[in-house]
């Protein structure tokens, strides 16, 4: 898949994709990222793709100018699934979505700043809102690096051991169950028994057990 991610910031999001899962995947050619600077696409001497609010009131609002003119050069060579905009008030991300959005070909996430952009963008040149949660951030940039880490650690080959993403929380509308490596015992804690016993459906019996009781402990809002 494809994902372009207009900002003002690329730098800032160089790094996640330079390192792990997300550097392998893109190694193998399964996603490809691409960060567009949106300054590039300003008419304006300086560059500067925001504006003071009309009406008034403290706060920088990006324009509708450079964002149309970003989006419409990016449509004109291929066509898009969705057009994402970061935003605190969008649809709330979840492992759903994820899946979803692994599975589509083309998408544009533009990132916010200051106030956010001009309400016209929403709802002219938007497909999509998405919000990673319940709280203001500075910019979309780190919000599209969980969006993208999201959805293409789950596009079939780029982890190794393919069944590992589907057992992750939230698959199956369960937790993950705990899990425990060498040494079988430090300081007198123990690791439980059955999973050193070599019985694989104990195993996964124990695991299942444990991922419901978990599930009902700390998230009984999804478990169906
Ligand atoms: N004035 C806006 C917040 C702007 S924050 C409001 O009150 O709703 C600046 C930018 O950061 C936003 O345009 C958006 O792109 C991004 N952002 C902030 N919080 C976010 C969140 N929880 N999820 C996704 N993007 C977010």
Known sequence: MRIDIITVLPQLLESPFQHSILKRAIEKGLAEVNLINLRDYSTHKQKSVDDYAFGGGAG??????P???CI???KSQRTYDEVIYTSP?????????SNHLSTLNNII????????????????LITKEISI???????GELAAA?????????????ISDETSALTDSFQDNLLAPPVYTRPAEFNGWK??????????KNIEEWRHEQSLERTKQRRPDILE
């Open 60 to 65: 920088m609002v990006m324009g509708i100018e």
């Open 67 to 69: 964002i149309a003119n």
């Open 72 to 74: 419409n050069a990016l």
């Open 89 to 97: 008030d969008g649809e709330l991300l979840n492992q759903k979505m």
């Open 109 to 124: 996430i533009l990132c916010g700043h200051y106030k956010g952009v001009d309400e016209r963008v929403r709802e002219h």
């Open 133 to 139: 949660g319940d709280y203001v951030l500075s910019g």
């Open 146 to 158: 969980v969006i993208c880490d999201s959805i293409i650690r789950i596009i079939p080959g780029a």
């Open 191 to 200: 690791v439980p028994d059955v999973l050193l016993s070599g019985h694989t």
